[in-house]
């Protein structure tokens, strides 16, 4: 596979100047230790502090250049969580679609291991407003999409867990379609009952760009991913950028809604005595 070349722009927040300075020493050595791509031009800013904040008052940035494959650099956007990916090279790369879905796997499975610690990822507007997506495409339309649009054809397996069946798949449809993916064909099973609740497999064929199945697959971490068609998928920089920074920021998220909770008591608590 092609390597790349990119910039990361690594954030830390705190409110202790000296702790922070501490976990960016450990970022900065982790970056160092690396041995599975090449680290290069590493700078740290100075601490900059935000008097405003009373919960995360100092913030530091830390860049970084890196150069690896783009299952490599997946794997240290997910580890790091930079708050931008800049691509600095290729211009386009070209991905077979057997390792992509290695490495969606791969993504999955990491960010799941981080919804059952701090939750969801996939939250939405009510649907009940949304008119339903159109369910099935013709073949013509189907490969006007892959060769037109550039879009990719794939199957897509999630667990989720309800009350209603029916209802669930509804939503799944709409929010599927929310997120501009096509819906070929879509059915759901219940596996199991417990304690009230059905945990049931949604099983999807769908047909979306690049970006969005990678959107996706961090928002729902499905059980099983399947790239039907092309062969060989053509990437951008400018989508390669986007899908990094978006990994990226689902694991800041995930990680960072503890904070996010203190922060949100320690501002009703100032409320509550004003």
Known sequence: MTTMKVRFYIEGLSNDKKALERAVEEIVKS??????????????????????????????????????????????????????????SPAKMEIEGKELMKILGEVSLFIGELMKNFGTLAVYPRFEEFPEPRIGYSREEIEDSIIDDREILYRFVVEVFGEDQKAIEDVLKKAFDYEGAKINKIVSKVQEEKNGKLRILVAAELISSFETLFQLTGKFAPIAISITEPETIDVSAAELQNVLTDLASFVYELIHRPIKKKIVEHDMFKIKLS
């Open 31 to 88: 970056l160092k230790n690396e041995d599975i791509f090449k680290v290069e031009n590493i700078r740290v800013e100075s601490i900059l502090e935000n008097p405003d904040d009373d919960m995360l008052k100092y913030s530091m940035m830390v860049e970084a250049d890196l150069e690896g494959s783009f299952k490599d650099i997946v794997k240290a956007a997910m580890k790091y969580a930079p708050v931008v990916v800049e691509v600095i």
